[in-house]
C-alpha cells in the first residue's frame, strides 16, 4: 500500500491522468491511494480522474480554501496550488506517516517500492537535488540562513514526506511569517519555503532515478567523469521522468530526448480510456 499525493487546479486534470496512467503501470504498487488536494476541480473534472480507479487505485479529493494564501507570491508558472503540500500534515488523515508527493508534469516508467520505503525516520523529506552546493549557499543567503547553513535545496517535485514528523513540528504561524517576510526574495517560491523550513533535515536520494530531467541528462552526459547514459539506459534505470521548467513535450518548440516516454504514455492513456468506453 502506498499513499501518494498531488495538488492540482483544474487546467491540469489531464496531466494527472497521464501522470497517475503511469503509476498504476509502472510503480510497482499492489494498492494506491491517491489523494488530491485542489481549491476548482468540478464534479465533471473528478469524475474523469475516477475513470482510472479499479481494485487497485482508490482516489480522495480533498479541497482547500485558497484564501488562506492571499498576497503569497504567485505567477502563471508558479500558481497557488505550489503552496498546498505545505499543508499536507494537516489536511490528511492522522492515520498516514508517509506520503509520495508529485508533481504532475512527471512520468513513471519503473519501480517506486525502493523509495517510497526509504528510510525517513530522522528527516521531515526525502528528495533530490538540482543545485550545486555553491548555488546552494548562495540560495542559503538569500533566504536569511547564513552562508555556512547545511540545508539542502531540493526539487520539491518529488518529495517523501515524514507526515507523521512533520505534523509534530507543524506551526502556521512561522509558515505564513516567512512567506510575508521573505516573499520578496523568492525565486521558486515552493523550494525556496522548503528550504528554509525543513532543508537542514532532508535526506537526498538520487536525481537521476528519481527526478530525470532533459537538462539534468545533458549535463550528465557532458561530464567526462559521468558514465554516459542512453535513452535505453534510461528507459531501464530511471524510475521519474520530470518534465520541470517550461521545456515541456506537450507544447510547441519542446527540445529534448526524454519527451519520447510522455508520448509513449500518452497514448497508452488514450487507449486504456477508448477501451473503458470513451
Not at 77 to 99: G, M, Q, S
Not at 116 to 127: F, M
Request: aromatic share 10%; charged share 25%; with cysteine.
Amino acid at each position: 500500500m502506498a499513499d501518494i499525493l498531488y495538488c492540482i487546479n483544474h487546467s491540469y486534470t489531464g496531466l494527472l491522468m497521464t501522470n497517475l496512467f503511469t503509476l498504476k503501470r509502472s510503480a510497482g504498487f499492489d494498492d494506491l491511494h491517491v489523494h488530491i488536494i485542489h481549491r476548482d476541480l468540478t464534479q465533471e473534472d473528478m469524475d474523469r480522474i475516477r475513470r482510472l480507479e479499479d481494485d487497485s487505485l482508490c482516489i480522495s479529493f480533498i479541497r482547500f480554501d485558497a484564501g488562506l494564501l492571499d498576497g503569497s507570491p504567485t505567477t502563471s508558472r508558479y500558481p497557488v496550488e505550489i503552496y498546498f503540500r505545505l499543508f499536507a500534515p494537516v489536511l490528511l488523515p492522522d492515520d498516514i506517516d508517509r506520503i509520495l508527493y508529485l508533481d504532475v508534469d512527471i512520468i513513471c516508467i519503473n519501480s517506486l517500492v525502493e523509495l517510497y520505503n526509504t528510510d525517513i525516520e530522522n528527516y521531515y523529506i526525502a528528495g533530490c537535488t538540482h543545485t550545486k552546493r555553491m548555488l546552494t549557499r548562495i540560495n542559503a543567503i538569500r533566504l536569511g540562513m547564513g552562508s555556512d547553513s547545511r540545508a539542502c535545496y531540493i526539487n520539491t517535485g518529488v518529495m517523501l514526506m515524514n507526515l507523521a514528523k512533520l505534523r509534530s513540528g507543524w506551526n502556521p504561524d512561522r509558515l505564513f511569517s516567512f512567506i510575508r517576510d521573505k516573499g520578496q526574495a523568492f525565486v521558486l517560491p515552493d523550494q525556496d519555503i522548503v528550504m528554509a523550513l525543513y532543508g537542514q533535515r532532508i535526506r537526498l536520494v538520487d536525481h537521476m532515478r528519481y527526478n530525470l530531467s532533459d537538462r539534468m541528462l545533458v549535463l550528465n552526459n557532458l561530464d567526462p567523469d559521468r558514465r554516459h547514459l542512453s535513452l535505453d539506459d534510461v528507459r531501464r534505470e530511471c524510475a521519474l521522468i520530470h518534465y520541470c521548467g517550461r521545456n515541456k513535450p506537450w507544447k510547441d518548440r519542446y527540445s529534448g530526448q526524454l519527451g519520447v516516454f510522455y508520448h509513449e504514455a500518452a497514448s497508452q492513456l488514450e487507449r486504456y480510456l477508448d477501451q473503458l468506453g470513451g
